[in-house]
């Protein structure tokens, strides 16, 4: 019986833990659910009423209906158009705003290009260095991983910025 109870207050710590999404608390009720003792003093946990009847019986969890109100929609028959001085995008604001971007990504690109040649660097240098308690060969290439973590960091951050300038001509 202690296993029972056990169990139960384990799927009730379950159930309680994790929240009902919104799309299922909106279109579906949650069941109530009684926890029960027979005559013999077995605890049982269900959620059909056909179950309570002759045991001794409380509620566990009783579903509570939400409202919530519905998304508005725009394609409404009386809905009105959007206005005709609604502020628009012009070819020259346009070329303006592309411009600023490439001067932008220009300069992170000479930077990364500059964070690179750094790191390449002081991945050189640590390679040349062998430390007197680095006699084992897998301590070397330890100490070596963050620097070389850090070139290819560089080299993906050029990379990705090469492939914005090349979209920004699209």
């Known amino acids: 019986m202690l296993l029972i109870v056990r169990l139960f207050f384990i799927f009730l710590g379950i159930v309680l833990q994790f929240p009902v999404p919104a799309a299922v608390a909106q279109g579906a009720r949650e069941p109530t659910i009684w926890s029960c003792r027979d005559k013999d003093g077995r605890t049982h946990v269900t959620n059909l009423k056909e179950d309570t009847t002759g045991k001794n019986?409380?509620?566990?969890?009783?579903?509570?209906?939400?409202?919530?109100?519905?998304?508005?929609?725009?394609?409404?028959?009386?809905?009105?158009?959007?206005?005709?001085?609604?502020?628009?995008?012009?070819?020259?604001?346009?070329?303006?705003?592309?411009?600023?971007?490439?001067?932008?990504?220009?300069?992170?690109?000479?930077?990364?290009?500059?964070?690179?040649?750094?790191?390449?660097?002081e991945?050189?240098?640590?390679?040349?260095?062998?430390?007197?308690?680095?006699?084992?060969?897998?301590?070397?290439?330890?100490?070596?991983?963050?620097?070389?973590?850090?070139?290819?960091?560089?080299?993906k951050n050029l990379e990705s910025l090469r492939r914005e300038l090349v979209n920004l001509d699209r």
Do not use: M, W
């Open 57 to 121: 019986c409380k509620v566990v969890q009783q579903s509570r209906v939400q409202v919530v109100p519905g998304a508005a929609q725009s394609a409404k028959p009386g809905a009105k158009p959007a206005p005709t001085a609604f502020p628009r995008e012009d070819s020259q604001a346009r070329s303006a705003a592309k411009s600023r971007q490439r001067e932008i990504l220009e300069r992170e690109l000479e930077r990364e290009q500059t964070l690179l040649e750094q790191a390449r660097k």
């Open 123 to 155: 991945l050189a240098e640590q390679e040349a260095v062998r430390y007197g308690d680095e006699r084992n060969y897998a301590k070397v290439l330890e100490r070596l991983q963050k620097y070389k973590d850090s070139v290819e960091v560089h080299e």
